[in-house]
């Protein structure tokens, strides 16, 4: 028993050396292997790096006229779909960007779902670490959590056939991607790669960060916004500060990422 848990020790110190030589701004451990000790199942990581990056320029989005359209290439006022508190799939306008930067590559959470009851439906979403998304079960949009506390087996809210079903996750890769982008509705919500998800990130009450996004909101509509602002807006930045120095997360349900995530490997 002694040798297998030395064998498996030095095996996890491996795969924490050996995730050093991927570029990505994380640490990692190997914390479960296959019953053969030969393949790492799962890695637990801790990111370096917490700036919000939310989504890669590729994802998509689903316009108006009912075509699809990358983050890439939408533009304020474009009218996309999103779903509101109330479940009802709507259309709204881009009100801007809270961030964005074109070039260069940033690392994203690939989440592979399967559909329930449709199991030769299989797709994925880019999401950053620190993005807040909705469980299945969320049925008001109360309770987001950041991707990174994502795990295998879970249900997130995906659209399919103009209807919001679950999806369940079968596996979740480390990658890079180009760009990134935190497009803003008015409700505060988005289906991207056709998976509901919050416009917010950082700070885990989502009611919460739509409330203060409308001082953002107030702001630009007065003085304009910058489009190609690479830097989260001061007003969401002034949220994190007060969660973290007053202890807001112990009576409001509010906490903020503490950079640690699990994947099944890297891509």
Not at 81 to 89: A, F, I, P, S
Not at 216 to 223: D, E, G, K, M
Not at 234 to 248: A, D, M, N, S
Request: charged residues 15%.
């Amino acid at each position: 028993m002694s040798l297998l848990f030395l064998f498996c020790l030095l095996l996890s110190s491996f795969n924490y050396v050996r995730s050093q030589n991927y570029p990505y701004d994380s640490t990692c451990n190997c914390t479960s292997i296959s019953s053969n000790g030969n393949i790492c199942l799962q890695y637990t990581c801790l990111t370096i790096k917490r700036v919000a990056q939310c989504f890669p320029g590729r994802s998509i989005v689903i316009t108006e006229n009912g075509l699809m359209k990358s983050l890439s290439d939408l533009k304020k006022g474009d009218r996309v779909l999103v779903m509101n508190k109330d479940n009802t799939l709507m259309y709204e306008p881009i009100e801007g960007f809270i961030h964005l930067k074109r070039d260069g590559l940033f690392d994203f959470l690939l989440i592979n779902i399967k559909i329930d009851d449709h199991k030769n439906t299989t797709t994925s979403l880019f999401i950053s670490l620190n993005h807040l998304i909705f469980l299945a079960n969320d049925t008001e949009l109360k309770s987001a959590i950041f991707a990174s506390q994502l795990h295998v087996g879970d249900r997130i809210k995906y659209l399919h056939h103009n209807q919001i079903v679950a999806a369940k996750i079968e596996s979740i890769y480390l990658t890079k991607e180009e760009g990134f982008y935190a497009p803003l509705t008015p409700s505060g919500t988005i289906i991207i790669d056709n998976v509901v998800v919050s416009n917010y990130a950082t700070v885990s009450n989502h009611q919460l960060a739509h409330y203060v996004m409308n001082i953002y909101r107030w702001w630009t509509h007065l003085f304009g916004s910058n489009e190609n602002n690479e830097n989260v807006h001061w007003t969401l930045q002034l949220i994190e500060r007060i969660v973290k120095w007053y202890g807001i997360e112990k009576f409001s349900q509010t906490s903020t990422f503490d950079g640690v995530f699990q994947v099944s490997g890297f891509l």
